[in-house]
């Protein structure tokens, strides 16, 4: 395989992700009420002076610097005359775009890992196994890099694997969280391959982004742990200082903003740990019981799991810190009390990775040569091609079962709520709106007008400031409003908005 | 009708349709050179285009925060006009004269939100939700009502909490202003209104908006109001 042929096939990898997520970012519906009113209606609120503010934002418990950042785009939108839904989308789609980052990360990573299953023989003066033959680890010339088999495949299912292009749009804290220990992950495993005397800004890199991590998202800190451990066990103690010193820098910087927006160092931390660890609370939010991540796993992918799980586990020599990532993640959360699908997200990328190395490696093995070194048999060959043929489907199958098990969200929120919002938002008569269920829409910045938009009471029928009322199609509030005098004037999935008719 | 049409594009040979696809393709090809040698181009200068796209991206993040940074939190409600003033004297901030409402802050909460909207919605017998509510850590609330051109203010009537709820709640220490009004009238200061439907007389000219300044019961206590209409013409 050249070069040009391997970034040929990365590019459409990476252009049908995108696609895939454009999709899942127009049509997708919405995941998590959270994701609006934790990350977007904060900033929304300090933007317009319009929003509602949810209970982690009175008692102190979430960071400003999601907020922040997605609030300077919000500002900028404004200021150049976009509409609320329009910065919304755009925001979900960035997210989607800035996702992308994984799939570059599983290209770098499997090939790292598949690098190393390559043939060793043992050194009888070292006393180790060697690698027969060294690896290089870029494009040199018309050649790709050593291992762009496992790259190529682990890119593949991460760009196509369906579930996590969905959540990729989704301003989550798991999402950002999720995309810089991956990428820091990939950087980890290229790491290893070096001289203990190169990768001096890598180390600084990779520093920077466990610590990131784990500032967006604080349970993911037990994951940090494996990078540590692989680097240890490399013998790089150098990389690991670098690596400690620089973790200092976004943890320093979320401490800033935090003695900035609640006036303690630390303080959203902190109250962070006391609400989750200390007193448990998170438990009030409903509890599951212990195998509900594996139940649930098993559930998005019944036919699936098994084609992941098993090359992951056959190529453990190189995929062990991927591997051991997802079931440590797996085995820490399903500890706690209360579970959502979202805390478990990230065990996806750490197996996609780790299984697309091993299946990669098979993908494009040749067949061995018969004895005395001629060309392998007819038989020989049609059984490589059968193998490979087995493996192509299989990762197809991965695609299509993640695809048709996409259903039964911890929420579900049609995407026409939102745009029944903005639709409302377009009308010039529009003076408020009433919203059946207000936290299963696109908050406040999908509306993004400077009119009342507030939670359904049928009292509020009669006030006639409201003009319009969102609410699902046959529902208890779609038929109040109709006896009041509103009649349907947006009508998509199930979703109705009624206009006051008089 | 199709199907004539289909039948003249398909009727000539193969050699002549095979000529014909090369002479679109060559066409396209020639068409869209200049295309492709500027993304040839630009791939070759992939470095560059990166870094100058991250740069931008950058720069026009760093003005939004800026921007974000800077903004205050004062909320605004906005309507739209349905109607034209009336020529006599009337409410001139009733909602569908596209009454601007400003206020510092508001009661935010998702299950009661108190909107500023409702300050204006002229409900006569509103519920407990349908009044405005400051933020309980806002401790200068302040309500602005503003209007299109310049009117003539007579009077301001306060709809308080006591009209529907505790006496307590009433508002019992606030001041008004008219805005922009020549010549430049004194403030109205209240110092121990215990009436649930308050009538002030404000009278100016020349003004676009009256302002309404509260001082809480009791620290932390928000302020509660139902309703408020500036008289005039």
Known sequence: MTARRVRF????????????????????????????????????????????????????????????????????????????????????????????????????????????????????????????????????????????????????????????????VEPLTELPSMIVLIVAFALVAEQTELDPREGKGRAVVIGTLLSLAVCLRIVNGALVLLPAIWLAARHRWRDLAILAGTALVPV?????????????????????????????????????????????????????????????????RATWPFVLSAAGLLGYISTQAHKEERFALLFWPFLLIAAGTVLGHWLFSRAPPS?????????????????????????????VDGARHLRQFDFDISHARLDGQAWVARQKNATGLLLDWHFYTGATVWFGRDLPQVKYEPELLSNRLFSHVLAGKGSSVDSQARRAGFVPKFDRHAIVVLERSR | MLLPRFATWYSPSWAIRLRRLTLVISAVAQRTAPVVSVVGRVWARRRTVAFALAGVLVIAWSTGFFLFVR???????????????????????????????????????????????????????????????????????????????????????????????????????????????????????VTDNHA??????????????????????????????????????
């Open chain 1, 9 to 168: 096939i990365l590019g459409i990898v990476l252009a049908v992700g995108f696609v895939g997520r454009i999709m899942a970012a127009r049509l997708g519906p919405v995941l998590y009420p959270d994701a609006y009113f934790q990350s977007l209606e904060p900033a929304w609120t300090r933007v317009t002076g319009e929003g509602m503010k949810t209970w982690e934002w009175t008692d102190g418990l979430r960071s400003w610097v999601l907020p922040g950042y997605h609030g300077a785009w919000m500002a900028l939108g404004r200021s150049l005359g976009l509409r609320g839904s329009t910065i919304g989308e755009m925001i979900r789609l960035s997210w989607g775009l800035l996702s992308m980052f994984m799939v570059w990360a599983a290209w770098r990573a499997g090939a790292s890992c598949a690098r190393q299953l390559r043939p060793r023989h043992p050194c009888c003066a070292c006393g180790h196994l060697v690698f027969d033959q060294p690896a290089p680890m870029g494009f040199v010339g018309d050649a790709p890099p050593a291992g762009w088999q496992g790259g190529l495949v682990a890119a593949f299912l991460m760009a196509t694997f369906p579930l996590l292009a969905l959540y990729s």
């Open chain 1, 252 to 316: 320093a910087l979320f401490g800033i903003v935090d003695r900035l927006t609640w006036g303690h160092f630390f303080g959203s931390f902190l109250a962070f740990i006391k609400f989750n660890i200390i007193q448990g609370r998170a438990a009030e939010f409903g509890t599951e019981p212990a195998t509900w991540y594996l139940a649930g796993i098993w559930a998005r992918l019944p036919i699936g799991l098994a084609i992941l799980v098993l090359p992951a586990i056959c190529g453990l």
């Open chain 1, 371 to 399: 004895n005395g070194g001629a060309a392998p048999s007819r038989l020989r060959r049609w059984l490589t091609r059968a193998k490979q043929l087995v493996i192509v489907a299989g990762m197809l199958a991965v695609v």
């Open chain 2, 71 to 189: 903004r205050q939190a004062v909320a605004v409600v906005a309507f739209p006009t349905l109607e034209a003033h009336p020529a006599g004297e009337h409410n001139l901030v009733a909602y569908r004269l596209g009454t601007t409402v400003r206020v510092s802050s508001f009661f935010r909460d998702p299950f009661s939100q108190h909107n500023p909207g409702y300050l204006v919605d002229g409900r006569t017998n509103p519920t407990l939700v349908e009044k405005w509510a400051s933020d309980p850590g806002d401790r200068h609330p302040w309500v602005e009502l503003l209007w299109s051109g310049k009117r003539q203010v007579r009077s301001v009537v306060i709809r308080h909490a006591g009209t529907v709820e505790s006496a307590d709640f009433t508002a019992q220490e606030y001041s008004l202003w008219c805005l922009q009004a020549r010549p430049v009238p004194p403030p109205v200061v």
């Open chain 2, 196 to 233: 649930p439907v308050a009538v002030h007389a404000l009278a100016c000219s020349g003004a676009r908006g009256v302002r309404v300044r509260f001082v809480p019961n009791r620290p932390g206590q928000i302020v509660r109001i139902f309703e408020i209409e500036v008289w005039g013409r």
